[in-house]
């Protein structure tokens, strides 16, 4: 089993910024990659970004320049510093990891951006 809990989330003015993080742990020997997701109302969740345990990172378009997805092994936790926010960044944001196979979700962390 694998334990991950989103902190950082609220409201922030649009162009201002918020760091998120998710804690791991339970059974994390081996986890490689670690990824931040986040969905809005009536839509699907949409993949943010992705780390993988050696560094390499992806963007989703929509947040590519504004966004960094950080990682902390000795910590067991991954960040995403988010600069620039805009209005349609407004989500539940969530923390995600697979470890043999099977995927583990956290509980959410709403972000509201929002004048």
């Known amino acids: 089993q694998v334990q991950l809990v989103e902190s950082g989330g609220g409201l922030v003015q649009p162009g201002g910024s918020l760091r998120l993080s998710c804690a791991a742990s339970?059974?994390?020997?081996?986890?490689?990659?670690m990824a931040w997701y986040r969905q809005t109302p009536g839509k699907e969740r949409e993949l943010v970004a992705t780390i993988r345990s050696g560094g390499d990172t992806n963007y989703a378009d929509s947040v590519k320049g504004r966004f960094t997805i950080s990682r902390d092994n000795a910590k067991n936790t991954v960040y995403l510093q988010m600069n620039m926010l805009k209005p349609e960044d407004t989500a539940v944001y969530y923390c995600?990891?697979?470890?043999?196979?099977?995927?583990?979700w956290g509980q959410g962390t709403q972000v509201t951006v929002s004048s």
């Open positions: 339970g059974n994390i020997f081996s986890i490689n990659t």
């Open positions: 995600y990891t697979t470890k043999l196979a099977r995927g583990y």
